[in-house]
């Protein structure tokens, strides 16, 4: 069975760009997932942290035959793969993958929480989300996406290169058609 799921990008870290493209192309190499969308990248200022570089933040939408643990399992296996540690929480990155909504479900287990706990709080996520579907209803209490986003103040989020140029990246390194 197949399943829909929003999963959020980011890296501050190197090459940032580069690293979200590696990471589309992992997610869409792995036999269980298939990305069907991207969001434009925006970059944002570091929250928590705040002694840090700039982020690189964008949203995929993928369609995965996973369970919602498999799923964050693969997430987790493609962050270490690009060098991931987890030293300082909100801290630097090369490469931060965090399951926003899998399906329409509310999952809430010791490992994983769906919708992502902090994400209603989080422009960087939110623009992007929107971007690929400007009709989502949030699952846990059915309120359109667009009311959250109307809520929170959209500074330190500008758009660095637009979801065509994204797409046209990927398309010129051959990755796969989104």
């Keep these: 069975m197949e399943h829909i799921s929003y ?42 942290y705040v002694d840090q570089a700039c982020f690189l933040n964008m949203v995929v939408k993928v369609s995965t035959s996973l369970s919602p643990l498999a799923l964050l ?48 709080e989080r422009a960087f996520v939110l623009i992007p989300l929107f971007e690929i579907d400007e009709s989502l209803i949030i699952p846990s209490v059915q309120r359109p996406l667009r009311s959250y986003i109307d809520q929170l103040s959209h500074q330190g989020v500008r758009i660095w290169k637009s979801r065509e140029a994204v797409e046209e990246q990927l398309y010129e390194r051959r990755e796969f058609n989104v």
């Design 7 to 48: 999963i959020a990008l980011g890296s501050n870290i190197g090459d940032r760009f580069a690293y979200l493209l590696q990471a589309v192309k992992a997610l869409h190499d792995h036999e269980c997932i298939s990305v069907l969308a991207t969001s434009s990248v925006y970059e944002t200022d570091p929250i928590g």
């Design 73 to 120: 399992t693969a997430t987790m296996n493609i962050e270490k793969m690009f060098g991931r540690k987890r030293k300082v929480r909100w801290g630097p990155r090369t490469l931060d993958l965090d399951i926003l909504l899998y399906n329409h479900e509310n999952i809430e287990t010791e490992q994983l929480i769906i919708p992502h706990p902090r994400m209603f």
